[in-house]
């Protein structure tokens, strides 16, 4: 009894001294947050005043949201993007995955192999070829564009393609021998099993899509069009020194985001940790 | 329907020859239609731009130009490359960058130990740590801008605060510049190294460390000869990964920095971009993008040679 409430006060005070270490990952964040509520004047004072003292912060917000760039535009513009890009990713990987790994087919492996060879492909490498081949057929400075550049990667292929394999062929020989055909059991039997998979993969992508701020940045030019990372830059240079109101834009850029990790929180961490283990 | 009279019926051999023949074309076609979408859109997005890039390396080009103005020049843009100061630079900041890929490991891997068996409120940490990584990295260089800020910023007011007469001038420094970046992409990274360490440590079987613990081992002891060793396949795996990123850096130095002061934080993603889309170079560009792909190519590829010796240990 005694050892273990000893053991117990050597874990509290770990816990707190790890605590403090995630202020360090923690404060930029609710520094972040404070500015953005505050009147301009007061941004740098010092000491830091974490709670505001001189609130500023609808009008702050309003500024960002509804002023010379409009975020509730480029909001749109970027769940438009994310949720498109997401949807699509996810169908064409969880066929490919299907394909690769539950219909026999000779061709199959080297098509395969193919696919993976891209992988090693940095994304900037073949950047300035998809910049003019995107001019020559239209594709440059629209959605449609960028939704398409984000939504065939080979990671998600990848990763679906593990947990399709899992699913034991028994199952689908004998709905096979029931008369159904790949398609309708891909989508009535593979996809409901491997949907934990699937849920992850399409968090992990909407985030990554959110994000993005190198294909907006290249390959839209319409001040309409620009997805919230691409406008939350343009604010900051336009507004060069008013950093509360470039604070409740970075506010606004992260939030949705945070929410989606909230949610999903068990999804992110668990794919992100069976990815890096299985390399 | 049909497909299930057909096999109550009783069939000859050719017949049934017959039958797979036409259960494998069946085969053959779904798989083409399963997979054709990945396989298209690869193709395009990523297969043919590349082998369009080790086209363009061997010409000079200018962006505006039309296509009768393309020249092909040999291997000038690649000598061009190693004479040219700006690049070189960038060469070696990218070297230096990968600094940060050993340090962020240590200092994730202490916390992963930590985190895994010693604390409470074990979910909260893992969300804290983690939360740089999930946040845009526009809104953290924006953020980190302000905070770095030369003269008014939180950090040099809090340095001057406690006595530190001349602080640092971080990104405005070329002295102090990447590794102020370099400082940034720790403190982003360390999240995803986290989570992966957990994992890997959870799969070390306990009764290791009990095993030491009877025959009297420290702690020391056990984290160099348990741990270190076992998750020494999850540090590979997160060397390579981590050297990989390093070399794809792009958003931060484009909004924090744009490569300056002085080309202090330039980088062969941000030269290739710079040389692009900015002086439209396509052919020079072209070639740093052939020197990119070169260098991620080999890392790649030692993974993959490597990890096969790993495996089997």
Redesign the interface.
């Known amino acids: 009894m005694n050892k273990r409430s000893k053991l117990d006060i050597?874990?509290?005070m770990?816990?707190i001294i790890?605590?403090f270490?995630?202020l360090?990952?923690?404060l930029?964040?609710i520094?972040?947050l404070s500015?953005s509520f505050k009147i301009e004047a007061d941004v740098?004072k010092?000491?830091?005043e974490w709670i505001p003292e001189r609130w500023n912060a609808i009008s702050n917000y309003k500024d960002v949201w509804f002023g010379d760039y409009p975020f509730y535009l480029y909001y749109w513009n970027s769940i438009k993007v994310a949720v498109s890009t997401t949807l699509l990713s996810v169908?064409?990987?969880a066929?490919?995955a299907?394909?690769?790994s539950k219909?026999?087919?000779?061709?199959?492996g080297w098509?395969?192999f193919?696919?993976l060879a891209?992988y090693?492909?940095?994304?900037?490498?073949?950047?300035?070829?998809?910049?003019?081949?995107f001019r020559n057929i239209g594709l440059f400075d629209s959605h449609l564009g960028l939704v398409?550049?984000g939504?065939?990667s080979?990671l998600g292929?990848f990763m679906l393609r593990q947990f399709f394999m899992g699913i034991h062929n028994d199952l689908l020989e004998a709905a096979k021998i029931d008369?159904a055909?790949?398609?309708k059991i891909?989508w009535r039997i593979a996809v409901p099993i491997v949907k934990p998979a699937i849920a992850t993969y399409a968090i992990l992508r909407f985030?990554w899509t959110?994000?993005d701020?190198?294909n907006p940045?290249?390959f839209l030019r319409t001040d309409k069009l620009y997805t919230?990372?691409l406008a939350?830059?343009k604010f900051?240079t336009i507004n060069g020194e008013f950093?509360s109101l470039?604070?409740a834009?970075?506010?606004s850029?992260?939030l949705p985001?945070?929410i989606v990790?909230?949610i999903g929180?068990k999804q992110?961490?668990e794919g992100?940790?069976?990815g890096?283990?299985k390399? | 329907m049909e497909a299930k009279e057909e096999r109550q019926l009783p069939l000859g051999k050719t017949k049934i020859k017959l039958k797979r023949s036409k259960i494998q074309r069946s085969e053959n076609l779904a798989g083409f239609l399963f997979v054709s979408p990945m396989f298209i859109g690869v193709s395009i997005i990523t297969l043919l731009p590349i082998v369009a890039t080790f086209i363009l390396a061997f010409a000079d080009w200018k962006f505006i130009a039309g296509w009768d103005q393309l020249k092909w020049v040999g291997f000038a843009n690649f000598e061009a490359l190693f004479s040219d100061s700006v690049f070189l630079k960038s060469l070696l900041n990218n070297a230096i960058f990968v600094l940060t890929v050993p340090l962020t490991m240590i200092v994730s891997l202490v916390l992963a130990i930590i985190i895994d068996k010693h604390v409470y409120l074990k979910s909260y940490f893992k969300v804290a740590f983690f939360m740089p990584y999930i946040s845009s990295v526009v809104a953290i260089a924006v953020v980190w801008q302000v905070l770095f800020h030369p003269t008014a910023g939180p950090i040099n007011q809090f340095l001057m605060s406690i006595g530190i007469e001349n602080p640092p001038l971080w990104i405005a420094d070329p002295k102090f510049a990447l590794i102020s970046v370099m400082m940034i992409h720790l403190w982003i990274s360390v999240g995803f190294n986290l989570i992966v360490y957990i994992a890997g440590l959870q799969s070390i079987p306990k009764e290791l460390y009990e095993a030491a613990e009877i025959d009297g081992a420290n702690t020391w002891y056990k984290f160099r000869k348990i741990t270190v060793p076992l998750v020494s396949p999850t540090s590979f795996f997160l060397l390579i990964t981590g050297i990989i990123a390093t070399f794809k850096v792009f958003d931060l130095i484009a909004v924090l920095t744009s490569g300056g002061p002085l080309n202090s934080t330039s980088m062969l993603v941000w030269y290739l971009y710079d040389t692009a889309f900015i002086n439209l170079e396509i052919g020079y560009a072209s070639a740093i993008a052939v020197i990119l792909f070169l260098v991620v190519f080999a890392i790649t590829i030692i993974q993959w040679i490597a990890q096969k010796k790993w495996v089997n240990y």
């Open positions: 050597k874990k509290i770990i816990t790890v605590f270490c995630s360090v990952f923690l930029p964040f520094w972040m500015t740098f010092f000491p830091i169908t064409v990987s066929m490919a299907y394909g690769f219909v026999r087919f000779p061709a199959g098509l395969f193919i696919v891209t090693m492909v940095p994304p900037q490498a073949s950047l300035v070829p998809q910049f003019l081949l398409l550049l939504s065939f080979v292929t008369g055909g790949h398609w891909f985030i959110w994000n701020y190198q940045l290249i919230i990372q939350m830059q900051t950093y470039i604070m834009a970075a506010v850029a992260i985001l945070l990790f909230i929180q992110v961490i992100i940790a069976l890096g283990v390399g």
